[in-house]
């Protein structure tokens, strides 16, 4: 019996781990916000909703990501913890079943309590679970398609904020647009930014990426770019959403060092990527007190 449950703790720690807690806040997040800033209400849907892209949407995602990455993984000194589980190949059928049986009946709560009063958001979501699985599947596989793997991973991300805006019937004016596209290319600037830790262990597994494709160094400057430009579109907001553009300081700081790395040691960029994971935290808390200002100006 105590092998029985040492070994179902052990699974069970396996699949959460494949599903990236520490990044379940950057997928629920935009939705709730979303939501609750257009809405200005905390109702069923919003908790459903948020449930589900806090972590089915990320079991999904990253699980998918894992079982098919198994053989680049193998050659990946940073996976096996936060950034990702080493799963065995006994786990990968149970880690998408997971997904799947963890989403349906969330996602099938969502719809109904969205009803039918906005159509768009049908198709945002499955634009959104589309480039869940697109990413990763053999049949597709875009994370192997230079540039469209950073457009398709920062598509994960802001989708959950767009679904939030269709279904809570937002108004769409020009600072909104501009909000979601500097929200797009600071998705696109930390997908190759991330990429650019794994190019040696992607090339030995023969899977291409932006990173591969362009070079650490070109695409470490690709990623300071986007996050500038995305500072820049933020001032197009208006106030107090201008103030926003002060949040891209700290990014290009953090990959900034690393604008000049080499291939062969492009994984020391690793130590500008966990800053990275750490400064969403801080940057999420000033998004918050920004939302807040807006809602009280």
Known sequence: MSSIRTTTLWKTRQVLLSSRPLSWINTAYPFAAAYIVTTGRVDALLVVGTLFFLIPYNL?????????????????????????????????????LSGIVTAVPVLGAMLVLAGTGHPLSWLVLAVSLFAVAAYSVPALRFKERPVVDSVTSSTHFVSPAVYGLVVAGAVWT????????????????????????????????????????????????????????????????????????????????????????????????????????????????????????????
Not at 217 to 245: D, E, K
Not at 274 to 287: E, I, M, P, T
């Open 60 to 96: 999904l995602m990253y699980g998918i990501n894992d079982v098919f990455d198994y053989e680049s993984d193998l050659r990946n000194p940073r996976k096996g913890g936060v950034e990702g589980a080493m799963l065995d190949p006994a786990l990968h059928r149970t880690v998408l």
């Open 174 to 297: 020009p600072g909104l647009v501009a909000v979601l596209a500097a929200f797009f290319l600071w998705g696109m600037a930390s997908h190759a930014f991330g990429a650019v830790q794994d190019v040696v262990p992607d090339r030995e597994g023969g899977i291409s990426s932006i990173a591969t494709a362009l070079g650490a160094a070109r695409t470490v400057r690709l990623a300071i770019g986007c996050w500038a430009a995305a500072g820049l579109l933020m001032l197009a907001t208006g106030w107090p959403g201008l103030l926003g553009a002060v949040l891209a300081v700290p990014y290009v700081a953090a990959a900034w060092p690393f604008r000049s790395v080499s291939d062969a040691r492009a994984e020391t960029a690793n130590a500008g990527w966990k800053r990275f994971l750490w400064l969403n935290f801080f940057s999420g808390f000033c998004v918050t007190m920004l939302l807040i200002a807006w809602v009280l100006l």
